[in-house]
């Protein structure tokens, strides 16, 4: 199986070595063929932009699509990232590539580096991250798409301990990328059934 990883510096695994990232390390526990296409800083319109050529191209079987937090940041209405990320998934449907939507984790808001701090209202981002979790869901569930959610998952994981696995309220370090593809790994599984 080929899948594409569409997304943010979350997918791209900002600031850890790539035998670390989590993409490497579910596609060496999987079998799977799994290409990264994500881009630190890039916005959900980003990504729609540059589908064809890192999926369409790539000709997956599967596109994991996560992204639209950098929306938030910078103060985008949450209907763009909605509108964007439905786009992705339904274009995905229609050449039969199969859309697996994945929801982000949550900001570790006590740790979030200062110059981003002073960049963004993280407390607004925080709940407007909360409120896209509970529409994808809803979404895939009207439209029959899979999704995986890292946003409860990685908590549940982790436990008390999870702002251990952020480097700066944002991006997962080494340990943090091993829970996602443990995450993704088992929700792969799951979705199989």
């Given at each position: 199986?080929?899948?594409?990883?569409?997304?943010?510096?979350?997918?791209?695994?900002?600031?850890?070595?790539?035998?670390?990232?989590?993409?490497?390390?579910?596609?060496?526990?999987?079998?799977?063929?799994?290409?990264?296409?994500?881009?630190?800083?890039?916005?959900?319109?980003?990504?729609?932009?540059?589908?064809?050529?890192?999926?369409?191209?790539?000709?997956?079987?599967?596109?994991?699509?996560?992204?639209?937090?950098?929306?938030?940041?910078?103060?985008?209405?949450?209907?763009?990232?909605?509108?964007?990320?439905?786009?992705m998934a339904h274009q995905s449907a229609a050449r039969y590539i199969d859309p697996i939507i994945g929801i982000p984790t949550k900001i570790d808001l006590e740790n979030i580096r200062q110059d981003w701090a002073d960049f963004a209202d993280f407390t607004l981002?925080?709940?407007?991250?909360?409120?896209?979790?509970?529409?994808?869901?809803?979404?895939?569930?009207?439209?029959?798409?899979?999704?995986?959610?890292?946003?409860?998952?990685?908590?549940?994981?982790?436990?008390?301990?999870?702002?251990?696995?952020?480097?700066?309220?944002?991006?997962?370090?080494?340990?943090?990328?091993?829970?996602?593809?443990?995450?993704?790994?088992?929700?792969?599984?799951?979705?199989?059934?």
């Open positions: 199986m080929k899948i594409v990883c569409l997304g943010d510096s979350l997918t791209y695994g900002f600031g850890v070595k790539r035998s670390k990232i989590w993409t490497k390390l579910a596609q060496d526990k999987l079998g799977y063929e799994i290409i990264n296409e994500g881009v630190n800083g890039d916005t959900s319109g980003g990504m729609l932009s540059r589908f064809h050529y890192s999926v369409y191209q790539k000709q997956p079987d599967a596109v994991f699509i996560m992204g639209g937090v950098n929306d938030l940041i910078v103060g985008a209405d949450i209907g763009v990232v909605k509108a964007n990320i439905m786009s981002v925080a709940e407007e991250v909360s409120k896209y979790r509970l529409w994808i869901m809803e979404f895939c569930k009207t439209f029959n798409f899979k999704y995986i959610d890292f946003y409860s998952e990685f908590e549940k994981s982790a436990g008390v301990f999870a702002g251990d696995y952020y480097m700066d309220g944002l991006h997962l370090n080494e340990q943090g990328n091993a829970i996602m593809a443990e995450i993704f790994c088992s929700g792969m599984q799951s979705l199989k059934k």
